[in-house]
């Protein structure tokens, strides 16, 4: 069975870091790549980032780019996401998930509970 936690999430002031971290199992690396995607109240889902399980290529949607971080230990079957100088509009909530694809549409096939990203003044 597939299991995906994410933890890390809370309260920070505008400029602020989190990291986010993602326990995974009941997959092979070697089938699902990883990532990571956010849903505020009221607004759809958003795909952040992924990583190639294959080759450690990363991905990002254009407003995390520069700020926000992927990265993994796949021995661990963890993945983490560093969040840089935060805004208000990264509040969400945060989930990490496996997609079989290539990364690049962030299509998640399974994903598991969120965890609350707040950023305010």
């Known amino acids: 069975e597939v299991q995906l936690q994410a933890s890390g999430g809370g309260l920070v002031q505008i400029g602020g870091s989190l990291r986010l971290a993602c326990s995974a199992s009941?997959?092979?690396?070697?089938?699902?790549?990883v990532g990571w995607f956010r849903q505020a109240p009221g607004k759809e889902r958003e795909g952040v980032s992924c990583?190639?399980?294959?080759?450690?290529?990363?991905y990002y949607t254009e407003s995390v780019s520069d700020r926000f971080t992927i990265s993994s230990d796949n021995a661990k079957n963890t993945v983490f996401l560093q969040m840089n100088n935060l805004n208000p509009d990264d509040t969400g909530v945060y989930y990490c998930?496996?997609?079989?694809?290539?990364?690049?549409?962030?299509?998640?096939?399974?994903w598991g509970q969120g965890t609350l990203v707040t950023v305010s003044s």
């Open positions: 998930g496996l997609e079989r694809g290539n990364c690049i549409l962030m299509d998640y096939d399974y």
């Open positions: 990583i190639n399980s294959r080759d450690g290529t990363t």
């Open positions: 009941g997959f092979s690396f070697d089938e699902y790549n």
